[in-house]
């Protein structure tokens, strides 16, 4: 009875760190997609700044035309 004991105490101990270490790989996966992501987002004050930008472009070219 005590070896069935620790047997079963042995299981849950494997199915318990196998789900543990998905969880975590999961979490870390995620983890690292997001700051692949955070890396190549644009943010509005960004997207502000080149809208600037794009309008004195547009604004120099307009004038050599002239």
Do not use: Y
């Not at 105490?9 to 998905?22: D, M, P, S, Y």
């Amino acid at each position: 009875m005590d070896k069935l004991n620790e047997l079963l105490i042995g299981v849950l101990a494997v199915i318990g760190g196998f789900v543990t270490k998905r969880i975590f790989n999961n979490h870390d996966t995620l983890s690292n997609r997001i700051s692949a992501l955070e890396k190549v987002m644009l943010t509005k004050e960004d997207i502000s700044s080149l809208e600037r930008n794009m309008e004195m472009v547009v604004e120099h070219l307009i004038n050599l035309k002239k």
